[in-house]
């Protein structure tokens, strides 16, 4: 059985760095690829980026400059980094295992709040 | 980046009626397009992969189709666990997007 888990902070102060993880079970991520996937609150879903079974990394193009993704193999986890956030980056974020582009494993989710 | 159009975005129906979800992207997407479902508080879940193959373990009265720019999530007999918001999102070309949802309600 797939499962993906989120975890990270809750809160984060403005200007500060987000740092998620995604550990998951049940499939590996040599084989399988790991979305993010983030929704604010009330609002709908938002496409972050994509860690592919090779490693390779594709960003949603409104904030690509902010995020990094990458992953540890070994422990079958995934991260997220986000730099320079600010309230509008308040959202429950997810992860979802990815078989060529469908997402068809989500975990819980991991809510943040951006606030001093 | 492609642009994703839910209408409506509120649909009130009947148990038992036949709901049709419309999806328009702002050029063509090749099909490459899947719904989700998402109930109040949980995350979404797949219903549909590439416009019209049903997820493993979705009823059949879930069924998708659409080319081009347009598609359609056809729910043929509707239930009251059908309550939720639905997405389109399409992965053909540069950022993936989702549309803005359809809220869907019983009447």
């Known amino acids: 059985q797939v499962q993906l888990k989120e975890s990270g902070p809750g809160l984060v102060q403005p200007s500060q760095t987000l740092s998620l993880t995604c550990t998951v079970s049940?499939?590996?991520?040599?084989?399988?690829?790991v979305s993010w996937i983030r929704q604010p609150p009330g609002k709908g879903l938002e496409w972050m980026g994509v860690?592919?079974?090779?490693?390779?990394?594709d960003y949603n193009s409104a904030i690509k400059s902010r995020l990094s993704i990458s992953r540890d193999t070994s422990k079958s986890q995934v991260f997220l980094k986000m730099n320079s956030l600010q309230t509008e980056d308040t959202a429950m974020y997810f992860c979802?295992?990815?078989?060529?582009?469908?997402?068809?494993?989500w975990g819980q989710g991991a809510s943040v709040t951006v606030s001093s | 980046d492609i642009q994703m159009t839910q209408s409506p975005s509120v649909l009130s129906a009947s148990v038992g009626d036949r709901v049709t979800l419309s999806c328009k992207a702002s050029?063509?997407?090749?099909?490459?397009l899947d719904w989700y479902q998402q109930k109040l508080g949980e995350a979404p879940k797949l219903l549909i992969y590439f416009t019209n193959n049903l997820q493993t373990g979705i009823p059949s009265r879930f069924s998708g189709s659409g080319s081009g720019t347009d598609y359609t999530l056809t729910i043929s007999s509707l239930q009251p666990e059908d309550v939720a918001t639905y997405y389109c999102?399409?992965?053909?070309?540069?950022?993936?997007?989702f549309g803005g949802g359809t809220k869907l309600e019983l009447k």
């Open positions: 050029q063509n997407i090749n099909k490459n």
């Open positions: 860690i592919w079974s090779n490693g390779g990394t």
């Open positions: 049940g499939l590996s991520l040599t084989s399988n690829s």
């Open positions: 999102y399409q992965y053909n070309s540069g950022t993936w997007t």
């Open positions: 979802a295992g990815t078989t060529g582009y469908v997402m068809d494993a």
